[in-house]
């Protein structure tokens, strides 16, 4: 029974809150509101079997969120983006930050309740799912958030990690400094780009044979070849 299942709505929209809020109750779903991260983070997070967040909000992102409940919160509850930009990047993004799906605004409530139930429907099946990049040697674990050359552990710092996991993503394509620091640093408030291409010269150092893979050109930025 969908009453059984506990959905928090995270978005700073009050008006589509309510909409949500109201439909998915009709729905049978119990529903809990909340307009920004932090007030999420305020919740007990594990309480619930789902969430939609929005991406852009005030304060902190629908991303920095995301990290937080699997990074430092370590909570597998599956996750719905909302958010009215629709570009490969951020669907990326919110993949990578540990998304279960991703569904633009505007969207039938018909549609975002089929993906609520197809997303339940999976359950702990997604939650034990690895998601690993493998590039000859060198295996990037993405849910662990770990990377090993030739089965050997290599200790990145997390910026170090994002990096290279962006990177490799992107295999083949330059991104500028400007757009890793948005997505590296989202949160961040002074950053510059110095401070991209000092991890950059870190990483390639700590990935040895791969860190020639990490291609600087002036003014496009870097990408990873091999």
Partial sequence: MNQDYKILVVDDEKDLCEILQFNLSSEGFNIEVAYSAE???SKSIERFDLLLLDVMMDGMSGFRLADKIRNELGLSVP???????????DMLTGFTVGA???????????ELVARIKAVLR????VEIKTKVITIDNMELDLNRKSVSIHHEPVLLTRKEFEILAMLVSYKGKYLSRQEIMDRIWSDDVIVTERNVDVNIARLRKKIGEYGNCIKGRTGYGYCFEN
């Fill in 39 to 41: 007030e999420a983070l």
């Fill in 79 to 89: 996750i719905i983006f909302l958010t009215a930009r629709e570009t490969e990047n």
């Fill in 100 to 110: 279960d799906d991703y569904l633009s605004k505007p969207f039938s409530i018909k």
């Fill in 122 to 125: 999976r359950g702990k099946s």
